[in-house]
Nanobody, 124 residues
Framework: VRLVESGGDSVQPGGSLRLSCEVS???????MGWFRQAPGKVREGVAG???????TYGSSVQGRFTVTKDSAKNTLYLQMNSLKPEDTAMYYC????????????????????WGQGTQVTVPS
């Protein structure tokens, strides 16, 4: 199983980025999502998406970030708008093939596979 993130960059406050995660080796994933971790901070669940397309977002990104997936391309996306310095972090793509209740989508231990991460920097 491989999850490969891309799209991280340095962007000015108020700018936008789109992260991508190419997935291979999973024949049936039920849930996918994005987590982030900044230096010295606790890992944070950013967004999760169920197989049926329903989504859940962390309160700090609600209304600014959008998670989508293209099943034909086996790719997960995270559109990030109105970026703030506090969004600076390493962003990780995650997936699992077990059922995850909506309320647990932003819990890291619910996921079986993690990517290596892509860095997003928003200077203050």
């Amino acid at each position: 199983v491989r999850l490969v993130e891309s799209g991280g960059d340095s962007v000015q406050p108020g700018g936008s980025l789109r992260l991508s995660c190419e997935v291979s080796g999973i024949s049936y994933e039920t849930c996918m999502g994005w987590f982030r971790q900044a230096p010295g901070k606790v890992r944070e669940g950013v967004a999760g998406i169920e197989r049926d397309g329903s989504t859940t977002y962390g309160s700090s990104v609600q209304g600014r970030f959008t998670v989508t997936k293209d099943s034909a391309k086996n790719t997960l996306y995270l559109q990030m708008n109105s970026l703030k310095p506090e969004d600076t972090a390493m962003y990780y793509c995650v997936a699992t093939n077990t059922t995850v209740p909506d309320v647990w989508l932003l819990l890291g231990h619910m996921y079986d596979w993690w990517g290596q991460g892509t860095q997003v920097t928003v200077p203050s």
